[in-house]
């Protein structure tokens, strides 16, 4: 099925530019600098929710990146814009959750990244795994339209 090029319907896309600061020695967007977008991108879809980083800090919980599972596609160079789609693709509504990335560019649509982060909520006072207070449940549905899709992708894989 086709979600306009993305991977997934409904994304949220966060566009970010390739600056000349994130160019390294061979002349492209340093690799490290994919995973500071995603971050940006993660923390812009939360604040589309009407939440904030003081939010999780109130509630004393946050999320942490587990594992993550990045394939880079092609390289971006100063200059480009680059749409980051988020999507969250699983959930327990307790503890674990599951973002997939997918960076294209803005002016072509060329897929340049596909990433999957598993996350884990943990309290901010002791670093350890806690329950996702009430505002995490709330950001770390699945859509409905991303989970039928998901399911179709594994039934015709």
């Known amino acids: 099925m086709d979600h306009n090029g993305w ?3 409904a994304p949220f896309i966060h566009r970010v530019t390739a600056l000349p600061e994130h160019i390294d020695a061979f002349g492209h967007v340093n690799n490290a600098v994919y995973n500071t977008w995603m971050d940006a991108s993660a923390w812009a879809h939360w604040d589309s929710f009407g939440f904030d980083k003081e939010t999780c800090v109130l509630a004393r919980r946050g999320m942490a990146v587990i594992h993550a599972q990045t394939d880079y596609l092609t390289s971006c160079y100063a200059g ?3 749409d980051v789609a988020v999507w969250i693709t699983a959930s327990d509504g307790r503890l674990r959750a599951e973002r ?3 960076m294209r560019r803005a002016d ?3 897929c340049v990244l596909r990433s999957i982060w598993k996350l ?3 309290n901010l006072d002791t670093g350890r ?6 505002e995490l ?3 770390y549905r699945v859509k409905d339209q991303v989970r039928d899709a998901l399911e179709q992708q594994q039934t015709t894989s």
């Open 7 to 9: 991977d997934l319907p």
């Open 80 to 82: 480009d814009e680059v």
């Open 100 to 102: 997939r990335y997918q």
């Open 108 to 110: 072509t649509g060329q």
């Open 120 to 122: 884990v909520c943990f």
């Open 129 to 134: 795994p806690a329950r996702m207070s009430k």
């Open 137 to 139: 449940v709330a950001h």
